[in-house]
């Protein structure tokens, strides 16, 4: 059974099935050294969720979160301080996107007083961010602080946006790349590079930002 008409052999569905497929075959990759077919796996799972959305006739601020999150995903496959803040800029702006996204698809207020759930993922979300910050930021180091802050900021906005969004399925998949970011971000931060835990994490990482950006995308399009 297939999300969209037509079975495999249509064109959204065969687009759907090469996303996946890169996006698998990045995990034995994540933990080597960049290179180009690297980059390119990495980049071209997100991408061509972008272009699902696209030809779909999805939302163009779905269209453009996509786009800049596989920006993201082909700076991050590099290595340096560089390319790691270029990758914060594009999520960074992906998350700006988002948050009207879904504030445009929620109910407000309204939802959250009917579903409860709701209140207290947004309580968990803004608790943990707390904490975590309060850990991060002296690891980060005077240079990152200002970023590290500011990301952190626009992944909880678009999380709490998201909790107004009546899909549960898209709110799964905000709260997927809240989880993948915190991930990313103790990985960078508070774990030595050298660290056995680093392999582990970062296929966490992967796993919840890939089904993330499908439940997102997958959400909006079905």
């Known amino acids: 059974m297939t999300p969209f008409p037509g079975g495999i052999e249509s064109l959204a569905n065969g687009t759907l099935i090469l996303s996946a497929a890169a996006a698998l075959l990045y995990l034995p990759l994540q933990?080597?050294?960049?290179?180009?077919?690297?980059?390119?796996?990495k980049t071209g799972s997100t991408a061509l969720l972008a272009l699902l959305a696209w030809m779909e006739g999805g939302p163009a601020l779905l269209v453009a979160a996509l786009a800049l999150s596989a920006a993201g995903d082909a700076f991050l496959a590099q290595d340096g301080e560089k390319a790691f803040l270029a990758g914060l800029a594009s999520f960074l702006a992906a998350h700006i996107a988002y948050v009207p996204l879904f504030l445009s698809a929620g109910d407000r207020l309204e939802i959250l007083a009917g579903e409860p759930w709701r209140i207290a993922l947004a309580a968990l979300a803004i608790a943990g961010a707390a904490v975590l910050?309060?850990?991060?930021?002296?690891?980060?180091?005077?240079?990152?602080?200002?970023?590290?802050?500011?990301?952190?900021?626009?992944?909880?906005?678009?999380?709490?946006?998201?909790?107004?969004?009546?899909?549960?399925?898209?709110?799964?998949?905000?709260?997927?790349?809240?989880?993948?970011?915190?991930l990313l971000a103790a990985g960078r931060f508070l774990l030595a590079s050298d660290s056995p835990g680093q392999r582990p994490v970062g296929a966490a990482v992967w796993i919840a930002y890939y089904l993330a950006q499908v439940a997102i995308a997958l959400g909006f399009l079905l």
């Open 133 to 182: 910050m309060r850990r991060l930021l002296p690891a980060a180091g005077p240079g990152m602080r200002v970023p590290v802050a500011l990301y952190a900021a626009a992944i909880l906005a678009m999380l709490l946006a998201a909790a107004t969004v009546p899909s549960p399925v898209i709110v799964a998949g905000a709260a997927l790349f809240v989880v993948s970011d915190s």
């Open 31 to 41: 933990g080597r050294e960049p290179s180009l077919r690297r980059t390119l796996v």
